[in-house]
């Protein structure tokens, strides 16, 4: 499956943005999906997962509450959605898609080529 991540951009401290993760593939339905984020000189970090049904979610204990992961199977399309971003939040934000799921990236085998999302002070 190929990912197509969009909807990053420069938002001040406190606003929402809603990243968006495009797949292609038919079998896009089976995967669960997740987003991690990758801040300069930091490794990647695990966001927010979901099963392949999207019937159950995971999150990073820091991020429950202010992030919403959900999955569209007829639109081929993951989100994110961000609200009361922080400048700690400023990242290159992944899609990921496997067959398996987990919260760590060597779970993954499909990756989408990041977002930039920069929040403001």
């Known amino acids: 499956v190929q990912l197509q991540a969009s909807g990053g951009g420069l938002v001040q401290a406190g606003g929402s943005l809603r990243l968006s993760c495009a797949a292609s593939g038919r079998t896009y339905s089976n995967y669960a999906m997740a987003w991690f984020r990758q801040a300069p000189g930091k490794e990647r970090e695990f966001v927010a997962a979901?099963?392949?049904?999207?019937?159950?979610?995971y999150y990073a204990r820091s991020l429950k509450g202010r992030f919403t992961i959900s999955k569209d199977n007829a639109k081929n399309t993951a989100y994110l959605q961000m609200n009361s971003l922080k400048p700690e939040d400023t990242a290159v934000y992944y899609c990921?898609?496997?067959?398996?799921?987990?919260?760590?990236?060597?779970?993954?085998?499909?990756w989408g080529q990041g977002t930039q999302v920069t929040v403001s002070s």
């Open positions: 979901i099963s392949w049904s999207g019937s159950s979610t």
């Open positions: 990921a898609a496997d067959w398996r799921g987990g919260s760590t990236p060597g779970e993954y085998d499909n």
